[in-house]
């Protein structure tokens, strides 16, 4: 069942005349949420201008939204007649997040408050251009014409036309408004949908193994070579993470740059580039947190600079992906507890190395004695070597000989290459943003109804126009319909 069903309406009632009895009316055929979205207006029977009461009260169902029912106080004549609009002042007052996913139930909440009041927003615009707009306009301006044809008084065209003008141009400014409180819906829409996509998102930058032949879809790209670069125009937002820039101060012929602000630490050796860097510079030394020197003086002030952390490239048109080919990637130890040997910046690569490997051998003086008598660590005794004769010493006492083998096998695993256990597969990256994940795809028919209700207030803007106003021209420079000397009506235009 779908959770706050909206059917098509434009939130209006019907015209309703008083009995002159009953205070109550209703219930009525759309929903509201609260009571503050009902406007009531009222007119005498057969006139055409309705004007707004404050003097009833809303009761509605228990509902989040229900349908309700309006209470007069004092209970009105019946030569009047009064109609019940749909008035929501759009808000949003609920969050969409439930743990670490989407609530679906506030997402059709609010969903539902947007629809209701794109419904309001559609009805207050068409009434700018309805029949019954024109109508009354026609009226007012027949009446006009009849006081300069048959009263001859063009002082009082001027006062009757005058007021034509006013009530037309109050048109106008409720078009304009209409206009207003449609864009306010479509950003307030935007920004929903925005952050309901964004609630799953996966992050441009992200990288991961991947098991597959190809990557998943066309935000994702296959990092699987040595040296493997990316277009910088085709995804400049996966350039803004992999080279961020950064905010600092630098002055003409001084390589010193301050103001960095920075998360993770710099290095001496990354490439840097910005206006007034000469092509070919890299950060020199990292002086401090907030403050690097340049490996090249810049040739004028400047604020920005960009960091490239895994290369820049051909320098201008490509930038390099994180080196992950053929490599382990290994967890970032800012203080060096694990990982002393390395600067500890981030795509900072190390070539393989073997532990350091000990270990030492002794023999004694001893006559006829072994000439190895201990082995340790990486070195063992071997089998004696049988020899012709014995070795014999100066003083004419004879030795015999061990062999001596060196095996890192003793105290550590050993191979071809050095390496650890490892499955090979590509990585992948994200290289643009989109939705790609399951869990924000359940949010995609909120953008499809966001398109659909876009077009719509484009059209409805379309129709509404910039300006509401009459334009007549009388051979006495009145302004109104026609000359006194034709009872033919001239053609009027709402612009």
């Known amino acids: 069942?779908?959770?706050?069903?909206?059917?098509?309406?434009?939130?209006?009632?019907?015209?309703?005349?008083?009995?002159?009895?009953?205070?109550?009316?209703?219930?009525?055929?759309?929903?509201?949420?609260?009571?503050?979205?009902?406007?009531?207006?009222?007119?005498?029977?057969?006139?055409?201008?309705?004007?707004p009461t404050d003097a009833f009260t809303v009761s509605k169902g228990p509902d989040d939204a229900d349908y309700f029912t309006v209470?007069?106080?004092?209970?009105?004549?019946?030569?009047?007649?009064?109609?019940?609009?749909?008035?929501?002042?759009?808000?949003?007052?609920?969050?969409?997040?439930?743990?670490?996913?989407?609530?679906?139930?506030?997402?059709?909440?609010?969903?539902?408050?947007?629809?209701?009041?794109?419904?309001?927003?559609?009805?207050?615009v068409d009434?700018?251009?309805?029949?019954?707009?024109?109508?009354?306009?026609?009226?007012?301006?027949?009446?006009?014409?009849?006081?300069v044809s048959v009263l001859g008084d063009v002082e009082e065209a001027k006062g009757l036309i005058d007021q034509i003008k006013s009530d037309v141009q109050l048109l106008k400014e409720a078009a304009n408004q209409a206009r207003i409180g449609a864009e306010k819906a479509r950003d307030d829409a935007i920004a929903g949908a925005a952050e309901v996509l964004g609630s799953g998102?996966?992050?441009?930058?992200?990288?991961?193994?991947?098991?597959?032949?190809?990557?998943?879809?066309?935000?994702?790209?296959?990092v699987d070579r040595v040296g493997q670069v990316f277009s910088r125009a085709m995804f400049p937002q996966l350039f803004d993470v992999l080279a961020p820039?950064?905010?600092?101060?630098?002055?003409?012929?001084?390589?010193?740059?301050?103001?960095?602000?920075?998360?993770q630490k710099l290095k001496a050796g990354w490439p840097v580039e910005g206006e007034n860097i000469p092509p070919?510079?890299?950060?020199?030394?990292?002086?401090?947190?907030?403050?690097?020197?340049?490996?090249?003086?810049?040739?004028?002030?400047?604020?920005?600079?960009?960091?490239?952390?895994?290369?820049?490239?051909?320098?201008?048109?490509?930038?390099?992906?994180?080196?992950?080919?053929?490599?382990?990637?290994?967890?970032?130890?800012?203080?060096?507890?694990?990982?002393p040997d390395a600067a500890n910046a981030v795509g900072e690569v190390q070539e393989d190395a073997l532990q350091q490997l000990y270990g030492q051998i002794s023999h004694t003086s001893t006559s006829s004695a072994n000439a190895l008598d201990t082995a340790e660590g990486v070195f063992k005794r071997g089998e004696e070597v049988t020899l012709p004769?014995?070795?014999?010493?100066?003083?004419?006492?004879?030795?015999?000989?061990?062999?001596?083998i060196l095996d890192a096998s003793l105290v550590a695993r050993t191979s071809d290459e050095t390496r650890a256990k490892a499955v090979i597969a590509p990585y992948i990256i994200k290289v643009a943003d989109g939705v790609d994940d399951e869990a924000t795809l359940s949010a995609l028919q909120v953008v499809q109804d966001?398109?659909?209700?876009?077009?719509?207030?484009?059209?409805?803007?379309?129709?509404?126009?910039e300006a509401a106003l009459l334009a007549y021209q009388q051979p006495s420079g009145v302004s109104g319909g026609n000359s006194a000397a034709t009872s033919e009506r001239k053609p009027y235009v709402l612009n």
């Not at 959770?3 to 009525?28: C, H, L, M, Q, W």
């Not at 998102?201 to 296959?222: K, T």
């Not at 070795?391 to 006492?397: L, P």
């Open 1 to 51: 069942m779908t959770e706050f069903p909206v059917e098509r309406s434009f939130r209006v009632s019907d015209a309703i005349a008083f009995n002159g009895i009953d205070a109550t009316y209703g219930p009525f055929d759309f929903k509201i949420f609260d009571p503050l979205d009902v406007r009531i207006e009222t007119r005498d029977i057969g006139e055409s201008l309705w004007l």
């Open 71 to 124: 209470t007069f106080n004092p209970i009105q004549s019946e030569t009047k007649e009064f109609r019940v609009v749909g008035a929501r002042l759009h808000e949003r007052s609920i969050a969409l997040s439930k743990g670490a996913g989407i609530s679906i139930p506030a997402l059709a909440k609010i969903h539902a408050q947007i629809t209701f009041t794109l419904q309001e927003l559609r009805r207050d």
């Open 127 to 147: 009434a700018q251009n309805s029949i019954e707009v024109l109508e009354a306009a026609a009226v007012a301006v027949e009446a006009a014409e009849q006081a």
């Open 201 to 222: 998102r996966v992050p441009v930058g992200f990288m991961a193994p991947w098991f597959s032949l190809r990557p998943p879809n066309q935000y994702w790209v296959l």
């Open 245 to 263: 820039e950064f905010t600092v101060s630098f002055s003409d012929g001084d390589p010193v740059v301050t103001g960095i602000v920075c998360p």
């Open 280 to 339: 070919g510079t890299t950060i020199l030394s990292v002086d401090s947190p907030s403050q690097i020197t340049l490996s090249a003086n810049p040739t004028g002030d400047g604020t920005t600079i960009r960091v490239f952390p895994h290369g820049n490239g051909d320098g201008s048109t490509t930038a390099n992906y994180p080196a992950v080919a053929g490599r382990v990637v290994r967890g970032l130890d800012a203080d060096g507890v694990l990982n």
């Open 389 to 404: 004769q014995y070795v014999a010493r100066a003083n004419g006492s004879n030795v015999s000989a061990d062999g001596i």
């Open 450 to 465: 966001l398109a659909q209700a876009q077009a719509d207030i484009a059209a409805l803007q379309a129709n509404s126009g």
